[in-house]
């Protein structure tokens, strides 16, 4: 194959080649992979709650992600979150690494378009949300409060 001029017949040669010129995906843009795919992260101050925005205005719609949750003592754990927009819109959690660190809670609330789900933690924390299957446009972000009417998700 020829590139810029040049003979290589290396596939060695050539994978670099094309990956430096596709670019590295971010949770902004695609590249070498769905900009969808790759894992969102928050780095939360000790009075902020974590907000995570999940698009999903369709009946049917399905999200599945794994949030991993560590605090600066080095505690963490890992839950499987499912969002379900149907008759009925649901959210579950599930314990699938760790222990659950005491003071944290988990809320959702649902609109006409998104689920948005909370992370109620009063201390610093790092927070990645490693998302799985179809994927929904979703952000992350810090905010100040979480609203009043958001319904609370037990982890199992």
């Excluded at 060695?12 to 992260?41: C, H, Q, R, W, Y």
């Excluded at 101050?45 to 794994?66: H, L, R, T, W």
């Excluded at 933690?121 to 179809?134: M, P, Q, T």
Aim: aromatic share 8%; proline share 3%; charged share 15%.
């Amino acid at each position: 194959m020829e590139i810029l001029g040049t003979n290589h017949n290396s596939g060695d040669i050539i994978s670099p080649l094309l990956g430096e010129l596709i670019g590295n995906a971010t949770s902004n843009k695609s590249g070498l992979m769905s900009s969808g795919m790759v894992p969102l992260e928050l780095s939360k101050d000790n009075n902020q709650y974590c907000k995570i925005s999940v698009f999903m205005p369709n009946a049917g719609s399905i999200n599945e992600s794994v949030i991993s949750v560590t605090n600066v003592g080095g505690d963490s754990f890992s839950v499987a979150v499912s969002m379900i927009r149907w008759n009925a819109n649901k959210v579950f959690c599930k314990l699938i690494n760790g222990t659950k660190i005491s003071n944290i809670n988990m809320y959702y609330t649902v609109d006409t378009e998104r689920f948005c789900f909370y992370i109620k933690a009063n201390w610093y924390a790092k927070i990645i949300v490693s998302r799985l299957g179809l994927v929904n446009t979703s952000k992350i972000e810090s905010i100040n409060a979480i609203p009043s009417g958001a319904i609370e998700v037990p982890i199992s």
